[in-house]
């Protein structure tokens, strides 16, 4: 079944704790993004990627990191999460160049205390 | 500064009513437009999309107009359903790096039976 696929799906931490949240995609896609979800802010994106070691910052980048060494995968660190970061965080495929329909991963609750 | 603006937050509707959310832009750059429709505890669907090169696009019960001189695009669900319910995302990417993406706040519907 071709999906996205997020771990953990819940994480409570605490403030200064580095955690990292993996995705995985299995269509063989070149683009992934992260996105997050608050209410009365719709999504935000995070950073994306045009493919293996190409990676740029979307809107709000800011206290998160990502790397792309493989790709399927693409994992979003938080080297020291705040209180301002617990959201509803999503990783997102596409395709192509050409194909613009972006595929979500199930989100992954983050409370940071 | 939210690049695309939403509206209403929140949609009533009675079973085999018309829902209309409506979606408005400023940056001119903007080059497609989809609408995601999410359910609680799932990642946001793709449920039709828009270029701008057309003012309208049907599929099913699911409509999307565009205004491209008013900056504007709504969604129209007709004969809305119970299942319906969900909330409903705009967004827009633009032209030349379709991997951005902004989305709208989101329209949480509830179509009552």
């Known amino acids: 079944e071709a999906q996205v696929t997020q771990n953990p799906r819940y994480l409570i931490t605490v403030t200064g704790k580095k955690l990292t949240v993996t995705c995985s995609q299995n269509?063989?896609?070149?683009?992934m993004s992260w996105y997050r979800q608050d209410p009365g802010l719709g999504l935000r994106q995070i950073y994306y990627s045009m493919n293996v070691e190409v990676t740029d910052k979307g809107d709000v980048p800011e206290g998160y990191k990502v790397s792309r060494k493989e790709k399927r995968n693409f994992p979003l660190i938080l080297e020291s999460p705040s209180p301002n970061q617990t959201s509803l965080y999503f990783c997102?495929?596409?395709?192509?160049?050409?194909?613009?329909?972006?595929?979500f991963g199930p989100g992954t609750r983050l409370t940071v205390t | 500064q939210q690049q695309v603006k939403q509206s209403p937050q929140s949609l009533i509707v009675q079973k085999g009513g018309i829902s209309i959310i409506n979606c408005a832009y400023e940056n001119t750059a903007f080059d497609y437009f989809p609408w995601y429709q999410q359910f609680p505890g799932k990642g946001p669907a793709l449920l039709i999309a828009?270029?701008?090169?057309?003012s309208e696009k049907k599929e099913g019960r699911f409509t999307i107009s565009f205004n491209k001189s008013a900056k504007q695009f709504s969604l129209h669900i007709m004969d809305s359903q119970p299942g319906d319910s969900a909330t409903y995302f705009c967004?827009?990417?633009?032209?030349?790096?379709?991997?951005?993406?902004?989305f709208g706040s989101g329209t949480k519907l509830n179509v009552k039976p």
């Open positions: 967004a827009a990417s633009m032209r030349g790096n379709f991997n951005k993406f902004y």
């Open positions: 269509m063989n896609h070149e683009y």
């Open positions: 997102a495929s596409r395709g192509t160049v050409s194909s613009y329909e972006q595929y």
């Open positions: 828009i270029r701008p090169d057309v």
